[in-house]
């Protein structure tokens, strides 16, 4: 069975830092890209960042770009987010998803989320 | 970037109503279409991937269509566990999301 498992959120002061983990079992995990979603409260999903198998290739939503990091331990079957700098506006639950290599590309398989508050 | 726009942003409807909703995109994006189902404090769900294809494990009932800049997911014989919010997600270029249709039940 498919699983991805986030862990790593809590409650960061703004201009603090964080990660995040994924955890990931039940597919090869080497074989597919990944990447992270998120939801403020009461909002919309938001793409963060993507990663190809390899983790040779990522990529970022503006928002976030250059102040957070995607990468991957294909060994342990295990993604990250390390995010720095953080502002008010990061507070949301934090998804990690297995992206599908089917045409169209979507995010077949999500965990449950980890909630990231950025506040003093 | 490219910009999706779903309508209507909520909507009210009857178990064995007919529902649609529509995603329109800023630009082209051919077929690279998915949609999502999300309940209250659940992760979301794929429905839909490519603009049309069904996922495996979803009832026959949620269907895709369109391409290019204006996509539709119909919903028929709207059962109870439908009312949810839904999202469309363009993978054309990096990747966005709809604002969300969130369905209630009238």
């Known amino acids: 069975e498919v699983q991805v498992l986030e862990s790593g959120g809590g409650l960061v002061q703004p201009g603090g830092s964080l990660r995040l983990s994924c955890a990931a079992s039940g597919f090869t995990f080497s074989s597919f890209a990944m990447a992270w979603v998120r939801q403020a409260p009461g909002k919309g999903l938001e793409w963060v960042s993507s990663?190809?198998?390899?983790?040779?290739?990522?990529y970022y939503a503006d928002s976030v770009k250059g102040r957070f990091t995607i990468s991957r331990d294909n060994s342990q079957k295990t993604m990250y987010l390390q995010m720095n700098s953080l502002r008010a506006d990061d507070t949301a639950v934090y998804y990690c998803t297995k992206r599908s290599p089917v045409v169209g590309f979507p995010d077949d398989y999500w965990g449950q989320g980890t909630m990231v508050t950025v506040s003093s | 970037d490219i910009q999706m726009t779903q309508s209507p942003s909520s909507l009210s409807a009857s178990v064995g109503d007919v529902v649609t909703i529509t995603c329109r995109a800023s630009?082209?994006?051919?077929?690279?279409l998915n949609w999502y189902q999300q309940k209250p404090g659940k992760a979301p769900k794929l429905l839909i991937y490519a603009a049309s294809s069904l996922q495996i494990g979803v009832p026959s009932r949620f269907s895709g269509s369109g391409s290019g800049t204006d996509f539709t997911l119909t919903i028929t014989n709207l059962q109870p566990e439908d009312f949810a919010t839904y999202y469309c997600?363009?993978?054309?270029?990096?990747?966005?999301f709809g604002q969300g249709t969130k369905l209630e039940i009238k």
């Open positions: 997600q363009q993978t054309y270029s990096a990747r966005a």
């Open positions: 630009q082209g994006i051919s077929s690279s």
């Open positions: 990663i190809i198998g390899s983790g040779v290739s990522t």
